[in-house]
């Protein structure tokens, strides 16, 4: 069975300080790994992917296979980084079809 | 261009009685999916249209909710009748492309918020 924890359902960090979300995962095989944002009032939408291995508004995310990890993280946290991030997987086959296995969230309150 | 659009945006309803979700996809989109997420829980998976046919359904919790998607296009999540458990937001998706392997990005709805008393 896939499953995804994000062990934090709360982070509160000083705006400059950096940032670590926590997700681990399982999956009987090789998932892609993503992480989503909510911002207060907005839809849910995708920051990034493991496969695109890209940096968005800061953010990187490295997929650790050996600890089935894939943590967020931001050098230096800005004030509009306040939201709500979930990390998901999808299986990478047809019979997946793509759906999306979500964590419980982590709540990130930049002050 | 517009995105995925959910109506209505917030229900309130009796236990026992019946709701109907809407969910209109980006145009042009084959893949909708239906998730929800029930209060302090995750967001979970519910089911998947290629155009107007389940491809899969394995979330769905009972025979008490039903989707539909009329010739590929909207689709519609009802539960009858609903209970207190069914209280959540209910999500859809929308992606391009034909089923197949490789992800294609999902472009999530504003979300229906269920309240059953």
């Known amino acids: 069975a896939q499953r995804v924890t994000q062990p934090e359902k709360l982070l509160s960090v000083f705006k400059g300080a950096p940032v670590e979300l926590k997700c681990n995962y399982s999956?009987?095989?090789?998932?892609?790994l993503f992480w989503y944002v909510q911002y207060s009032r907005q839809r849910l939408q995708l920051l990034l992917r493991h496969i695109s291995r890209e940096s968005i508004k800061g953010f990187t995310a490295d997929l650790n296979k050996g600890e089935t990890s894939f943590h967020l993280k931001k050098p230096f946290a800005q004030e509009e980084d306040s939201a709500m991030y979930y990390c998901a997987l999808s299986g990478l086959t047809k019979a997946a079809g793509n759906k999306l296995t979500f964590g419980g969230g982590t709540r990130v309150l930049v002050k | 261009e517009a995105g995925v659009t959910q109506f209505p945006s917030h229900s309130v309803i009796e236990k026992g009685q019946t709701v109907t979700l809407r969910c209109d996809p980006i145009?042009?989109?084959?893949?909708l999916y239906w998730y929800r997420r029930v209060m302090g829980k995750e967001i979970k998976f519910l089911l998947h249209?290629?155009?107007?046919?389940?491809?899969?359904e394995s979330g769905m919790p009972n025979n008490r909710f039903l989707a539909e998607r009329t010739g590929g296009t909207y689709s519609t999540l009802k539960v009858q009748p609903a209970e207190l458990e069914d209280s959540g937001v209910y999500f859809c998706a929308s992606s391009p492309g034909t089923q197949g392997w490789g992800y294609n990005e999902q472009f999530f709805g504003p979300g229906t918020r269920l309240t059953v008393l």
């Open positions: 999956y009987s095989g090789s998932p892609e």
């Open positions: 145009s042009g989109h084959d893949n």
């Open positions: 249209f290629v155009k107007e046919s389940k491809q899969d």
